[in-house]
Structures are given as C-alpha cells and as structure tokens.
C-alpha cells in the first residue's frame, strides 16, 4: 500500500538557519508529490509539487524539494528561515489508484522558529 | 473569493446525536473531498467527490455519509456521532486543469463528541 512517512515529528530551528524537513514515500510508480503547510488555525496551503522532469522543484515562500528517486524521497528545504514559517508541514503522494486526486498525507511535521 | 467555506467552525455533540458539516466553493471546482486531521495521523481521505453527481468512498469512511447537492457544495453527515469521530475536519476542491493533487481547502472545522 501507498504510505507516506515524517520522520521528524517536531523540528526547532534559529530563525536565518537553514532547513530541511525529511519525507519518503512507499509507492511502486514515480508518483506525483507534494508539500503543503498549515498554519495555526489554518487550513492547508500548497507550498510546492513534482510531477516530472527537474528534480528540484521550487514553491512559494523560498521553498524547494528535491525528488531523488533512488531513496524514495522528497525533501523540503529552505536556506534561510523566517519566524513565519513556524507552521506544520505536511508531505503528500498522489497515486495512480486514486485518479491521482485522492492525496496520501504524512504526518506532518510541526516546525518551531526561535528568534 | 471566498474559496472554500466550512460551517461550523466549532461544534460539541453528545454521543448519538447527528450532524452535518457544510461545505461549499465559489472557483467552480469539479471535486471536493472531506478529511479528518487527528495528531499524529496527518489527513485521512473520508469522501469525496470527483464531479457533481458521484461520491466514492476513501480511507476512513465509516460513521459518515456525504451528499454532493451540486457543484458548489458538498456535505458531511455524522449520524450517530461517536467520541472516535472528535477530529478537525476539512473540506477541500480542485480543479483538473489545475493539475493532480493541488487542492484547496476550507478553515477547518473542529467538532467534539463527548
């Protein structure tokens, strides 16, 4: 079966650090995959998705993913952290079975920014 | 625009009690999906409804029935609410020109079962 895992549960950072938030994926085809945040009391937002071609994809608020086949994984990045992007993250597979519109979600991570 | 809107935000129900949560888009989306967020699990797929007219099943559907009234709005019915159903539950829409799995979801509703 599809899954999706976060290994890091919760992620504390400077702000200005850099930052990188883990995601692998289970899924017997290249699926489609994604990233998408949630701010408090928020619902999702999309923050970036690979489909095909490049493997480094770039999103909105200076986000970018590297999908790297040979490990299954689909690694969110940021050079510099801002005290707004404290906020869950959530990663995301699109499989084939679902019409590709039925998303498997992770379990997010939850990032703290220290100032 | 308004996007997506989920009514009520907060809700508390007594076990056995029913309800219906609500949701409707104004972008003229095709699809919409019910999930539930709970800690630690992430999002898991209720129903949802790939055009108006048909509703398919997803991960957890159990305890919940859905009706797609039309192309804007799509419903969650709990019928005999259960403590397990405590959750935050989104709503959420896409469009297939948009691409595959780029979804746009309401504010959340957080219901109780006590």
């Known amino acids: 079966a599809q899954s999706v895992t976060q290994p890091d549960i919760h992620i504390t950072v400077s702000e200005g650090a850099s930052l990188e938030l883990r995601c692998n994926y289970s899924?017997?085809?290249?699926?489609?995959l994604f990233w998408y945040v949630q701010s408090p009391g928020q619902g999702l937002q999309l923050l970036l998705k690979y489909f095909s071609g490049d493997t480094l994809v770039q999103g909105i608020k200076g986000f970018e993913a590297e999908f790297k086949r040979s490990q299954s994984s689909f690694n969110l990045r940021k050079p510099s952290v801002h005290w707004s992007d404290a906020a869950e993250y959530f990663c995301?597979?699109?499989?084939?079975?679902?019409?590709?519109?039925?998303?498997?979600f992770g379990a997010g991570t939850r990032l703290a920014v220290h100032p | 625009n308004a996007g997506v809107t989920q009514t009520p935000k907060f809700q508390v129900l007594k076990t056995g009690q029913s309800m219906t949560l609500q949701c409707a888009q104004d972008m003229n989306h095709n699809s919409m999906y019910w999930y539930r967020q709970d800690p630690g699990m992430g999002l898991r797929l209720i129903y949802y409804?790939?055009?108006?007219?048909?509703?398919d099943k997803g991960e957890v559907p159990n305890g919940y029935n859905v009706s797609r009234l039309n192309k804007r709005e799509f419903s969650l019915r709990l019928e005999s609410a259960a403590p397990s159903q405590t959750s935050v539950y989104f709503c959420?829409?896409?469009?297939?020109?948009?691409?595959?799995?780029?979804?746009?979801f309401g504010a959340g509703s957080r219901l109780t079962v006590l």
């Open positions: 995301a597979v699109a499989p084939f079975s679902g019409g590709y519109n039925k998303l498997i």
């Open positions: 899924y017997g085809a290249t699926p489609y």
């Open positions: 409804s790939a055009s108006e007219g048909t509703t």
């Open positions: 959420a829409s896409s469009e297939t020109g948009r691409g595959p799995g780029v979804l746009t």
